[in-house]
């Protein structure tokens, strides 16, 4: 089955074409970076604007790339949350409109659970039901958490940000050290060149119990839980006061080495989280990273020696699919996971979409 997968939840405009789930046949995303790095971060109306005018281009190009005609497209599938609001609505209206035109089905997939799904697009890896039970780690601009993975479409929400994401932390970090957008890959190569103990930055960490947001109100017409239980604090995350404490250090130390605070700001961040990583693992067979700041190479050395040490398979997602892409959101529809039918083509975008 080709799947061709939309993917417009933030700035990335992305399409794909996955066959069977786990086949990538095209992976096109074009950037918008250039556009947003003048105001050191998104701005949601150019990113809604600049999906309209490339959406079809990038359409076009991934089922030319995949080397398919426009009949040999058997499901449409798209992001229809978590995201931006109007960008989420490019998609999807582009998405409702092209399988209304071909005639096939839609499937709407939640963007954090393609992020959970991206480490599958390697076909020669086995099926989740073989690497199940896995941790996950999901790093990305916007969301921080630990999800543990029992098979697909099973998931327990461990922990989370209690207030910035680490791809939040990076960008924030990067402007106040004056480097550029976006600010993970700025904050990885300045660090390259310093010593990451330079300076002792906090690894914060909540104090109470996290109330945690429900897992079980992501398909649009099914039962939504109202419950808010309570997540360990040991396995969440706080980057907050580390920005803090980095502001008021560059005030301090206007000449300190920008290398070496770079890296030891970087190396706080990693640290929070693979020491929340190191705590939540309880009987998993594999640990995998997904998101885009799991491009992060400190980070990924860091996990891989914490798998080893722990006797794990380290999963880490691709690097084509780390940050937003479509192939993701295909390959989880040709998985079965989705709304799917009638219901697909009624729903709505949902900036604030549960896993």
């Not at 089905?105 to 390697?122: G, K, M, Q, R, T």
């Not at 190479?297 to 040490?309: K, M, N």
Request: with cysteine.
């Amino acid at each position: 089955m080709n799947v061709l997968g939309i993917e417009t939840s933030c700035d990335e405009t992305a399409a794909s074409v996955v066959r069977d789930g786990r086949h990538v046949l095209s992976n096109v995303i074009l950037s918008q970076i250039a556009q947003h790095a003048p105001y050191g971060g998104v701005v949601p109306e150019i990113a809604a604007r600049s999906h309209v005018e490339y959406l079809p281009g990038v359409i076009e190009q991934a089922v030319a790339g995949a080397g398919l005609r426009w009949s040999d497209i058997d499901t449409v599938a798209v992001t229809y949350g978590p995201g931006l609001a109007s960008s989420l609505l490019v998609g999807l209206s582009a998405a409702k409109a092209l399988a209304q035109r071909l005639g096939r089905p839609l499937v709407a997939i939640n963007h954090l659970e393609a992020h959970l799904y991206s480490i599958f697009l390697d076909p020669d890896l086995p099926g989740p039901n073989e690497l199940c039970p896995l941790l996950v780690l999901l790093v990305s601009g916007g969301h921080s958490c630990l999800v543990r993975m029992t098979g697909l479409g099973e998931y327990q929400l461990l922990g989370q940000t209690v207030d910035d994401a680490a791809g939040e932390a990076f960008d924030k970090g990067a402007t106040l050290l004056g480097l550029g957008y976006p600010g993970g890959p700025e904050v990885q190569r300045v660090s390259v060149a310093g010593d990451p103990t330079a300076v002792r930055f906090p690894r914060g960490r909540p104090t109470k119990p996290v109330p945690a947001r429900s897992l079980r109100q992501a398909e649009e017409g099914g039962p939504r839980s109202s419950a808010r239980e309570a997540l360990d604090p040991n396995v969440c995350f706080s980057f907050s006061g580390l920005k803090t404490a980095l502001l008021y250090y560059m005030r301090d130390h206007p000449d300190a080495a920008l290398p070496d605070v770079a890296a030891s700001y970087q190396e706080a961040i990693v640290d929070s989280l693979v020491d929340r990583t190191r705590r939540a693992l309880n009987g998993d067979q594999c640990l995998a990273a997904v998101g885009g700041v799991a491009l992060n190479a400190r980070l990924r050395d860091r996990l891989g020696e914490l798998a080893e040490d722990c006797g794990l398979r380290y999963l880490p997602a691709g690097r084509a699919y780390c940050t937003d892409n479509a192939a993701m959101i295909a390959g989880l529809a040709g998985a079965g996971r989705g709304v799917h039918g009638d219901a697909a083509m009624g729903i709505d975008a949902r900036p604030n979409l549960g896993l």
